[in-house]
């Protein structure tokens, strides 16, 4: 097995969705078979939620034992619990609603209506995420899925802002995000990149140059998805769109 980094192309988003969703079917089907417990990193984003809802409408995912999956965000929008603009929203209503989860699987950042500051917020998932990192700052996750911006940005880390860089801490309080709204929480790169699997998936001719981009060598300051590698594999679920400008060396065609 190679930890290269692998792109896998689709026909279209309605493809990409549904073998992502299979995967992810088969793959946890695979973890739970070898340790008691995984960790999943879940994102916002469109391609996310459609994933998700493949998944919930997948008849094997009452194959899966859910209440031995453990769910964390990679970032969230600081606004009020149930905001429609809160990423958690998103796979609430794609999938999440839908499993029988007990509440202490589910591991959602701080909505800003919770009482604590921005700081105090990251704070608490920090320590949060270090109960459950058997002695590490955070678990390694074994499936972390990444949504990718039209500038590159993974999680709440945006090109040429510091946050990519911080490599002391597990999470970062965002400010003045170049993407609305301004204040976020995000994961920092090393806690990303001690994932055992990183799944980016991305749609859209919009996504071709940043990942043109960071496939061809650009810096995690400019791109910060250049920057993103996981332990044992990264794979780049995309659609045909936005292939465009991936080396074809790199590709294979999920179809
Ligand atoms: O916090 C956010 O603003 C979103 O989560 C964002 O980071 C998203 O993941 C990407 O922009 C990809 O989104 P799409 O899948 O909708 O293109």
Known sequence: M????????????????????????????????????????LTGGSMAGAVLASVAA???????????????????????AGDSER????????LLDALELPSGNVHRFAASDAGLTLDEAAEAYSRELADHGEGAEAPAFDITFLGVGPDGHIASLFPHRSGIQVADR??????????????????????????????????????????GLALAGASRDEVPVAGIKGRRRTVFFV???????????????DY
């Not at 995912?61 to 606004?79: A, K, M, N, P, Y």
């Not at 597990?170 to 976020?184: D, G, H, L």
């Not at 790169?189 to 799944?199: E, K």
């Not at 659609?239 to 065609?253: G, K, M, N, Y």
Request: charged share 25%; glycine share 4%; net charge neutral.
């Open 170 to 211: 597990s999470v970062i309080a965002v400010r003045n995000s170049p993407k609305p709204p301004p204040e976020r929480l995000s994961l920092t790169r090393p806690v990303i990149n001690a994932s055992q699997r990183i799944w980016l998936v991305l749609a859209g001719a919009d996504k071709a140059s940043a990942l």
């Open 58 to 80: 997948s008849p094997a995912r009452t194959s899966i034992d859910w209440s031995r999956v453990h769910f964390w965000w990679g970032d969230e929008r600081w606004v009020p």
């Open 239 to 253: 659609d045909s769109d936005a292939a465009a400008e991936v080396p074809e060396q790199l590709i294979a065609r």
């Open 2 to 41: 190679t930890n290269e980094r692998r792109v896998l192309v689709h026909p279209d988003k309605g493809a990409l969705a549904g073998s992502v969703a299979a995967r992810f079917i088969t793959k946890m089907l695979d973890i739970l078979d070898d340790q008691p417990v995984a960790h999943v990193v």
């Open 87 to 94: 990423n958690d929203r998103v796979a609430d209503e794609a």
